[in-house]
T-cell receptor
Framework: GDSVTQMEGPVTLSEEAFLTINCTYT??????LFWYVQYPGEGLQLLLK?????DKGSNKGFEATYRKETTSFHLEKGSVQVSDSAVYFC????????FGAGTTVTVRA | ETGVTQTPRHLVMGMTNKKSLKCEQH?????MYWYKQSAKKPLELMFV???????ENNSVPSRFSPECPNSSHLFLHLHTLQPEDSALYLC???????????????FGQGTRLTVV
């Protein structure tokens, strides 16, 4: 079945550091890919998405490119802030949303 | 505020109790979901309702019983739970129907359930 694998955390960074969270997927069809973010005490909210190969999703300084050849959708941000501390989930939607385990990111001032 | 409201936010219950979790969405969506979030595990999809009809039950134990009386409300009835059922239970909604998926899911803040 469809599945998502993302790098395990936790990840701890200093402010203004570069962040990468790896995500790879397995799917039989042509899924849409998402990154969701969960801030402390909150539910998940959509961060960005890409619906086809080579699409780049971006939001709040985060970017991810849909790479069909490597079945990947890695999340990147060039300069993180303390407010980016959260749990990040990679997900795919091939008529059903499947989530990865989540990566906890902590940014120190 | 995402348009999806869950109550209560926190719940502590004994193994012999019966309780219910409530979810309400004001987004006009046609699909609603229950997810279970446990520490260090992927989000587990429990139930899916499309147009009030249950379309998916991912081998969830019968001590969890969903109810969807209309397209805006979703309940999760709980009885004789086990301590390992302690988790964050998240409700979500989306507008399904477009080919190829890509429908954004909107989540509530969750109910933190502790079974003692």
């Amino acid at each position: 079945g469809d599945s998502v694998t993302q790098m395990e955390g936790p990840v701890t960074l200093s402010e203004e550091a570069f962040l990468t969270i790896n995500c790879t997927y397995t799917a039989t069809g042509y899924p849409s890919l998402f990154w969701y973010v969960q801030y402390p005490g909150e539910g998940l909210q959509l961060l960005l998405k890409a619906t086809k190969a080579d699409d780049k999703g971006s939001n709040k300084g985060f970017e991810a490119t849909y790479r069909k050849e490597t079945t990947s959708f890695h999340l990147e941000k060039g300069s993180v802030q303390v407010s980016d501390s959260a749990v990040y989930f990679c997900a795919l939607d091939d008529y059903k949303l499947s989530f990865g385990a989540g990566t906890t990111v902590t940014v120190r001032a | 505020e995402t348009g999806v409201t869950q109550t209560p936010r926190h719940l502590v219950m004994g193994m012999t109790n019966k309780k219910s979790l409530k979810c309400e969405q004001h987004l006009g969506h046609n699909a609603m979901y229950w997810y279970k979030q446990s520490a260090k595990k992927p989000l587990e999809l429990m139930f899916v309702y499309n147009f009030k009809e249950q379309t998916e039950n991912n081998s969830v134990p019968s001590r969890f019983s969903p109810e969807c009386p209309n397209s805006s409300h979703l309940f999760l009835h709980l009885h004789t739970l086990q301590p390992e059922d302690s988790a964050l239970y998240l409700c979500a909604s989306s507008q399904e129907g477009s080919a190829g998926g890509a429908a954004e899911a909107f989540f509530g803040q969750g109910t933190r359930l502790t079974v003692v």
